[in-house]
């Protein structure tokens, strides 16, 4: 057990857990889903600093695409990791909870963070998406379209910039204004996940938030989003008190 504090002598074990590399490529992932501060420490810590041990990289990529979304389009995983806004993490580095030895400064993270994905997603072999044939236009009603942004690139994830949006907004109790199968909800965001439809097998990022206004059912409760049907997003400065644990 790698244990660098000073009672090291009395915390010596044999533990059964995961390998490292998959342990990062679940902080790969994680990054994606809810942007806390102790996944892109450990991230950077074990694979830039960390000599108790060496980690194998390209396992590490390999792995996080095999358990997510991203495995048939790693190039798009690649992107929505480089677009991570970095200085959401910055008030919460003080935070950490590390040896002293361990801890460095925010400054390396923004210095190495880019420079670590593209190192790792250049060990394999990405292949290029063929050009389209034809792309749809959407045209939405002007009282919905001011102000907002289409966001989606793909209909199974988020982009970078929709999931910044929402997880930036959860995590400060705001709510967010959607467009969502062309009506306008005003929504308390409380997480994000993958997952895999037992029905067909088809795996989808879903969005959990407490739908206010009632959309077309009319209904106000918690509420499944699908990311397809999310036409446009934005944040507001309409503050909530939470009903369920904020999960980002």
């Known amino acids: 057990m790698i244990h660098p504090y ?12 995961q390998k ?3 342990i990062l490529a679940s902080k790969l992932n994680s990054l994606l889903h ?3 501060v102790a996944d892109l420490f450990d991230l950077l810590y074990s694979i830039l600093f960390a000599k108790d041990f060496s980690v194998n990289r390209l396992e590490v ?8 979304i991203y495995e048939s389009i790693a190039n798009s995983a690649k992107q929505q990791l480089l677009g991570i806004r970095l200085e959401t ?3 919460f580095w003080s935070t ?10 925010f400054d390396v993270v923004v210095a190495n ?10 060990l394999i072999s990405i292949p290029q998406p063929p050009k389209p044939v034809f792309a749809h236009s959407y045209n939405f009603p002007r009282s919905f379209s001011s102000g907002y942004s289409g966001f989606y690139s793909s209909s199974s994830y988020f982009s970078s910039d929709a999931r910044s949006t929402i997880i930036n907004a959860g995590r400060s109790q705001k709510m967010v204004e959607l467009i969502y199968d062309d009506y306008e909800r005003l929504v308390e965001p409380y997480s994000m996940e993958y997952y895999v439809r037992k029905r067909d097998g088809v795996g989808q990022e879903y969005f959990w938030g407490y739908d206010t206004s009632g959309g077309k059912s009319g209904r106000q409760s918690i ?9 446009s997003v934005r944040s507001t400065n309409y503050n909530f008190t939470p009903r369920y644990a904020i999960e980002f």
Do not use: G, H, W
Not at 61 to 68: C, G, I, N, Q, W
Not at 113 to 122: A, P, T
């Open 113 to 122: 963070f880019n420079q670590l994905i593209d190192n790792l997603f250049s």
């Open 6 to 17: 000073s009672d090291s002598d009395k915390c010596a074990s044999t533990l059964r857990c």
């Open 20 to 22: 490292a590399e998959e």
């Open 34 to 36: 809810r942007q806390k």
């Open 96 to 105: 950490l909870v590390v040896p002293i030895s361990s801890l460095f400064q």
């Open 89 to 91: 993490y910055k008030p």
């Open 223 to 231: 509420k499944m989003f699908i990311c397809d049907k999310i036409q």
């Open 61 to 68: 990529v390999s792995t996080f695409l095999k358990k997510s």
